[in-house]
């Protein structure tokens, strides 16, 4: 539990008896006004005890796994993936494990390797670009470039690294949906971490939005693709998180959903004075550890969160957002669940996310469930 390897309850449950620097308390409870066992006004005091206590040593066990041969043979099995994206129908995923990128056609048994341009090198934080069928975009990690972005087209097996990208250490880049030859592009810039080291490339943490250039709606070898016009935009977002984020209404907005909050930040208004654009709240988590929201329309240029999605204790629930009153958090805790609230997993799940009509929510660890309305 904790810090503490164990505590329990008294047989009346006015008390916990707990370990705690080298002694064991008696903590008294008592109950507040919703019935839950909260802390008494008393002060704990120690159990005064005196315990004899004998160890024998067992023989070291020899033999069983190879551990030497598992960690140094030339192929392992991968059994951890993370940062899960679907494609805006739903017929396609992609996914991160072990520092490769993979897409898989939903339905189908076999995940495929996306195309890149260094085999050798790891990749993360993968997304499908918005109307362009089949084209992925992810990130690139070497110990001396750092972060570089790459295209890739899964039929075509063709993949172009984007040019003009600042050095540093970039994730989570989306496009928009948006006509014409320039596009924009965000992702998020961090300062380091103890893997990436935190001496280069430190400053500047947060939001980035910038213009991508050519069409890229048909990748050739050898064409250039680059970003240009990157700006530093301020916001709420937590770059120590995780964030999963794409484009609304072409790139006049952005969802940001992150372990606790899903919000949306305005660029079509104008920012205050310090540069912030006005940032709306769609959902909000107690204890969530992830949580996604597929958006709905109301009225011109405000959103609201149709259904809400988050992982609580391991496991995925989905919300109506209807239910959810304005500045209520969502939460699975029995007698104090939200309203309407329904537990999708069976054996727990992670990385849940929507596509981008709504109707379909993927998570690891568990099925697609198909949602044409949800009441």
């Given at each position: 539990m ?14 916990i ?22 802390a ?33 043979q ?139 250039t050519?069409?890229?709606?048909e ?9 240009t ?12 998180d995780?964030?999963?984020?794409r ?85 699975s ?26 109707k ?16």
């Amino acid at each position: 539990m904790g810090t503490y390897p164990s505590f329990a309850f008294t047989p009346n449950d006015t008390a916990i008896v707990i370990w705690a620097a080298g002694q064991i308390f008696y903590v008294p409870l008592t109950a507040n006004s919703r019935g839950e066992k909260v802390a008494s006004s008393k002060s704990p005091a120690p159990i005064r005890f005196t315990a004899h206590v004998e160890k024998r040593l067992a023989e070291t066990r020899k033999g069983g796994v190879n551990v030497v041969g598992f960690e140094t043979q030339d192929s392992q099995k991968v059994r951890a993936f993370k940062e899960l994206r679907a494609h805006g129908d739903g017929k396609k995923v992609v996914f991160q494990a072990a520092g490769v990128t993979y897409w898989q056609e939903v339905g189908k048994k076999t995940a495929q390797k996306v195309p890149v341009t260094d085999p050798d090198a790891p990749y993360y934080s993968p997304s499908f670009v918005p109307g362009v069928e089949d084209t992925i975009l992810h990130a690139r990690w070497s110990d001396s470039m750092y972060t570089k972005f790459e295209l890739a087209d899964l039929q075509a097996q063709v993949a172009v690294e984007v040019q003009g990208l600042p050095f540093g250490r970039y994730f989570s880049p989306v496009i928009c949906r948006c006509n014409g030859q320039t596009r924009t592009i965000a992702f998020l810039k961090t300062s380091g971490s103890y893997l990436s080291g935190n001496i280069l490339a430190t400053t500047g943490a947060g939001l980035y939005l910038g213009d991508i250039t050519p069409n890229i709606s048909e990748l050739v070898p050898n064409i250039t693709v680059s970003i240009t016009n990157i700006r530093f935009v301020p916001s709420e977002i937590d770059v120590e998180d995780q964030v999963n984020m794409r484009f609304l209404e072409t790139d006049k907005k952005l969802l940001v959903q992150q372990s606790n909050r899903a919000f949306v930040i305005d660029f079509s208004a104008e920012p205050n004075k310090l540069g912030e654009y006005p940032h709306t709240t769609l959902a909000s988590g107690e204890m969530s550890t992830e949580l996604v929201v597929s958006p709905s329309l109301v009225k011109e240029g405000e959103f609201v969160a149709e259904n809400i999605a988050f992982v609580d204790f391991f496991h995925v629930y989905l919300a109506p957002g209807d239910r959810v009153k304005e500045g209520e958090t969502v939460w699975s805790r029995p007698a104090n669940a939200t309203k309407g609230l329904i537990r999708l997993s069976l054996d727990g799940g992670h990385d849940v996310t929507w596509t981008d009509d709504g109707k379909k929510l993927f998570w690891f660890l568990g099925l697609s469930l198909p949602f044409p309305k949800i009441l």
